[in-house]
């Protein structure tokens, strides 16, 4: 069963404008870790920012921000100022209990959220 | 920069025919995985590797089998392609620390006809 799940299948934005993408998730791990990665058109998945489940500050990149709200469960990603390159699908990503080696890159995805930005 | 490079950007193949998908890493990564992306389905782990000639599978294996000869080197190898099987499928790499991040290439859209 899908441990991720990105309620919102597409959204419109304006350019200058923030954006806020949902994303909660399902575990009973203590250690885990959070991704955010944007995939546009031509279909390469990138890294926009991680969070560990043990860090007391939300992980900050760029215009990237990760509101993580741990008792809710929720890894909600901020774009601050959009422009039209960002423009992509954006998918949340859990890393279950990776303080074990055979949990470390097996990534779980969210079903993403499709984000246009208009002029 | 990371380069994983998947041999092909788009494939058509017809029911029954053996596939192999390749994707080759440049950064000495142990790691290797291969995921397919399907519309509303996200990425889901096919099979990883953590070393040479060593295989795991991960949430959805069947129908597929992997080879990995070579460090840098992970094939993805559809023993008798199905229609269920036209999809993304997506390569990627990473050291395997705790907190690293995936490095991807750039996806094969295979369809099966």
């Known amino acids: 069963a899908q441990k991720i799940t990105q309620t919102q299948p597409g959204m419109f934005v304006q ?37 560990g489940s043990y860090d007391e500050q939300n992980a900050t990149e760029g215009r990237y921000s990760l509101n993580f709200q741990k008792a809710r469960k929720s890894a909600n990603l901020v774009i ?40 | ?15 029954g025919e053996k596939v192999f998908l390749e994707c080759v890493q440049d950064m000495d990564h142990e790691n290797m995985f291969w995921y397919r992306q399907d519309p509303g389905l996200g990425l889901r782990l096919i099979y990883f590797s953590y070393d040479v000639k060593m295989k795991e599978k991960g949430d959805i294996p ?3 089998s992997v ?10 190898i559809l023993e008798s392609a199905s229609t ?11 050291l ?6 995936l490095f991807f290439g750039s996806g094969t859209q295979l369809s099966v006809l």
């Open chain 2, 96 to 101: 395997g620390e705790s907190g690293e991040k």
């Open chain 2, 1 to 15: 920069d990371v380069k994983v490079t998947q041999s092909s950007r788009y494939l058509v193949k017809r029911t």
């Open chain 2, 67 to 76: 080879s990995r000869e070579k460090k840098e080197r992970f094939s993805l």
């Open chain 1, 15 to 51: 350019e200058k404008e923030a954006v806020t993408l949902d994303c909660t998730y399902d575990t009973s791990d203590q250690s885990y870790g959070l991704f955010w990665y944007k995939q546009p058109s031509s279909g390469e998945m990138i890294f926009l920012i991680y969070q």
């Open chain 1, 80 to 119: 601050s100022a959009s422009q039209l390159g960002d423009s992509a699908m954006y998918f949340c990503a859990m890393r279950p209990n990776f303080m074990t080696t055979d949990s470390w890159g097996k990534l779980q995805f969210g079903a993403g959220t499709q984000v246009v930005v208009t002029p």
């Open chain 2, 84 to 94: 269920n099987q036209t999809s993304m499928y997506l390569c990627a790499s990473s």
């Open chain 2, 62 to 64: 069947e129908g597929y």
